[in-house]
């Protein structure tokens, strides 16, 4: 792995370097984010490891600016002290992919970044996502449906990936509370309204509808009416 460390944390940068650097990978250290940011934008890392607290431009204004300059392939993987789940809602609408709180174990580090970089790695061909006239661009973020622009906000920008990628099958709700809030999904039914902003984005202006529910289990995208 090729990565891109951005922690103003000396003590912290040290130990992810050389833990990583033991088993061959290649970290490149900056402690501001302006010079992380000037970094993300031109050079290819395979991953980028983030602190939020950062000297000069704080980690979520940075990944804002990366994503908003078209980078959008190359992980992000945010660390932070903050633990609460708005602090965790706030780093993912940025742009972030994952999200590690501190203190935190190099070893499941190493497997979170593995795993982002085995999604981002997928076959060109596998980039666009389709179901029935609705595609999802994931190099570019942008979905259509009938040639027209779906309009979509980071959350259910989230939720329609998963439900792209598993248009083979029913995702259960706990599957999705897991996609937008981790382990600590909020009191109170807030998926079925994030369910419900998806559905009016990508169905309320076409007489096929495509994201049908599954009373007592879930979500599925289908070009198929439900079977009764």
Partial sequence: MRLLL????????????????????????????????????????????????????????????????????????????????????????????????KPFSLAELDVRLKALIRRATVAPAQRLLTVGDLTFDLDTLEAERGGERVKLNPTTRRLLIVLLQNSHRVVTRQELEKELWGDQPPQGDFLRAHMHALRTAIDKNFTTKLLHTVHGTGYRLSAEPPRP
């Avoid at 984010?33 to 000069?56: C, F, H, K, W």
């Fill in 6 to 101: 951005i922690e103003d944390h000396r003590d912290i940068a040290a130990n992810i370097a050389e833990f990583f650097e033991a088993t061959g990978d290649s970290v490149e250290h900056v402690l501001d984010g302006e010079r992380g940011l000037q970094l993300a934008l031109n050079q290819t890392y395979d991953a980028i490891v983030l602190d939020l607290m950062l000297p000069s431009l704080d980690g979520l204004s940075l990944c804002r600016q990366l994503r908003q300059a078209g980078h959008t392939r190359v992980p992000v993987l945010m660390l932070t002290a903050k633990d609460l789940l708005q602090d965790k809602i706030e780093g993912f609408e940025a742009g972030a992919d994952d999200y590690l709180v």
